[in-house]
């Protein structure tokens, strides 16, 4: 009653914000995200009867902070009468500091339960499973780009293109490893209770998605770095206009964004996006992926860089 998978984090281009049932955890809106290659999430679940409660290794430490919500994740996946688990998680990047790590955690969490109890699922079965612990770890059962509809009481996620269909890069400009201060469900919570905009955040997304696919389906760099950025702040409009305000970023994540800024009007082929979270994503052309790492690596009050091209689904390892 053991078994280990892994999964990569995803990052949402046309952004998820917002829960239209917190029970369910389904999202307010769809989105369109694309999945990482080289950042993963290594989880082994083993089952044993003779344990009286759950025990989480994360990076070779003890952790019981983030025990509870992988807890809830088995139920969801193995069940309320489950024999109890010793998680052991592998994570080769920041936690909990807008990098999706939640998304890679509970994507292999599911993967790896479903597989240590025997229980044999289809790939959208485990990203309904995946998305009811975090609502865009669904994403992450998925390769290359990634749309999460906004229908009915299930999750539905499918592969726009592969991630060998439109290789390109994704260069993160890491300016705080730190925990953020408000995890994304409360923020959420606040969002759509406290922002004027989050009404119009919810009707506009359609449109947004509908623009992002078509720049997907042609390969159309510009057009899709000019929606992405667009609901990039959009997204970061609806949090800064809550009460109270909900603003991730710091001082080095608005210069990530001026160091963007130039390397565009130099031709560079390299666009935005943020999560809930003070990191900045850099999207690009695998040409430009050295000018962009350079520019990112010297910009004030970024401390680490790490780049990833595209990637496959969660899968048993």
């Keep these: 009653m053991r078994a280990t998978a892994t999964a990569q984090p995803n990052i949402a281009l046309i952004k998820y914000w917002g829960k239209r049932d917190t029970a369910l955890n389904l999202p307010a809106v769809g989105s369109i995200s694309i999945t990482l290659s080289d950042l993963y999430t290594r989880m082994t679940v083993d089952f044993d009867d003779g344990l009286e409660q759950d025990v989480l290794h994360l990076n070779d430490e003890p952790n019981d902070k983030l025990l509870p919500r992988l807890s809830n994740a088995l139920d969801i996946a ?7 688990a010793r998680i052991i998680s592998e994570c080769n990047f920041p936690i909990a500091a807008g990098l999706a790590s939640s998304a890679s955690s509970f994507a292999a969490i599911v993967v790896a339960a479903s597989a240590a109890m025997g229980i044999e699922r289809s790939v959208g079965e485990l990203a309904n499973l995946a998305g009811r612990a975090s609502g865009s770890a669904a994403r992450s059962l998925y390769g290359g780009f990634v749309e999460l509809e906004n229908s009915g009481d299930a999750v539905v996620v499918g592969e726009l293109l592969s991630a060998d269909d439109w290789p390109l890069d994704v260069v993160v400009a890491v300016t705080a490893t730190g925990p953020k201060p408000v995890g994304s469900t409360e923020a959420m919570e606040i969002s759509r209770k406290t922002s004027p905009f989050y009404d119009r955040w919810v009707s506009d997304q359609p449109d947004d998605l509908a623009s992002a696919r078509d720049a997907i389906a042609s390969r159309n760099f510009s057009a899709l770095a000019s929606i992405a950025e667009h609901n990039c702040l959009k997204m970061h409009s609806v949090m800064w206009s809550s009460r109270p305000a909900i603003v991730y970023w710091n001082d080095a994540t608005l ?9 565009q009007s130099d ?3 390299v666009f935005f996006t943020i999560d809930a979270g003070p990191q900045v994503k850099a999207v690009c052309d695998p040409a430009d992926t050295a000018t962009v ?4 690596s010297a910009t004030d009050g970024v ?8 990637g496959e689904g969660a899968r048993l390892t």
């Design 293 to 296: 790492e350079a520019a990112l």
């Design 78 to 84: 193995a069940g309320g009468d489950r024999p109890k």
């Design 303 to 310: 401390r680490d860089i790490l780049t990833s091209g595209l």
């Design 255 to 263: 210069a990530c964004l001026q160091t963007i800024r130039q390397l």
């Design 267 to 269: 031709g560079v082929a």
